[in-house]
């Protein structure tokens, strides 16, 4: 049984770089989501795809951020020109269409040097 | 604005007896709600959940109690293994004016839970 399953565990990179993250949801799951948490706070609400759509964006992810499902399987999430408030873990969830629960990967950790 | 409050940051029991985790909201479109563990360097882990058309909702050790005149729901875990250890938060889901169900969920901050021996 495979769940979730998200590429880098863990990720350090100098200020101003670019990063990619990726996120394999569970096979049968049409819905993902990323959220991102920072220390002593709960995961927050990033974006959503069906499918290969993405429907929603939080006004968290700045234009600095991407993320495409290109075939509705995989997803990916960038982050151009990083700043330090970058850091945090970066969770990946998957559900069916009918939305709950969703079921979360072990996340990204992103630190900014 | 925090719509989903877990108030109590951290929570000591005795193994075998009961924890009660607590979870408050504010906004009265959430009609769905949820408990996630969470172990250190893992993602959250789904626990139960409830719709806003009950009141509760059993599943083993682990029961969810949503009373919605008070916006408030607990999480009762009875008997408490030292297992049980973790960060426990709290979401919740609204529904849409359209009358679709939301998507995204919304987080308390978590309670820290310790069973000690």
């Known amino acids: 049984d495979t769940g979730v399953s998200q590429d880098p565990r863990h990720k350090i990179t100098k200020r101003g770089q670019n990063v990619t993250f990726r996120c394999d949801p569970i096979?049968?799951?049409?819905?993902l989501y990323w959220y991102r948490q920072t220390l002593g706070q709960g995961p927050e609400f990033l974006t959503y795809?069906?499918?290969?759509?993405?429907?929603?964006k939080s006004r968290l992810l700045s234009d600095r951020f991407s993320a495409e499902r290109p075939k509705g399987s995989f997803s990916t999430l960038e982050i151009q020109r990083t700043e330090q408030g970058d850091s945090a873990m970066y969770l990946c969830?998957?559900?069916?269409?009918?939305?709950?629960?969703?079921?979360f990967g072990d996340g990204t950790r992103l630190s900014i040097l | 604005d925090q719509q989903v409050k877990q108030n109590s940051p951290s929570l000591s029991v005795q193994e075998g007896r009961i924890s009660i985790l607590n979870c408050d909201y504010t906004?009265?479109?959430?009609?769905?709600f949820l408990w996630y563990k969470k172990y250190p360097a893992e993602g959250p882990t789904f626990l139960i959940s409830?719709?806003?058309?009950?009141d509760k909702n059993e599943d083993g050790r682990f029961t969810v109690f949503l009373n919605k005149s008070a916006k408030h729901l607990s999480l009762h875990i009875v008997p408490s293994q030292p297992g049980d250890s973790a960060v426990y938060f709290c979401?919740?889901?609204?529904?849409?004016?359209?009358?679709?169900?939301?998507?995204?969920?919304?987080f308390g901050k978590g309670t820290l839970l310790t069973v000690n021996p």
């Open positions: 906004n009265s479109m959430f009609d769905y």
């Open positions: 979401a919740a889901s609204a529904r849409l004016n359209s009358g679709g169900s939301n998507y995204k969920l919304t």
């Open positions: 969830a998957s559900s069916f269409t009918g939305g709950q629960p969703q079921h």
């Open positions: 795809f069906q499918n290969e759509a993405q429907l929603e």
């Open positions: 096979s049968e799951h049409n819905r």
């Open positions: 409830i719709s806003s058309i009950k």
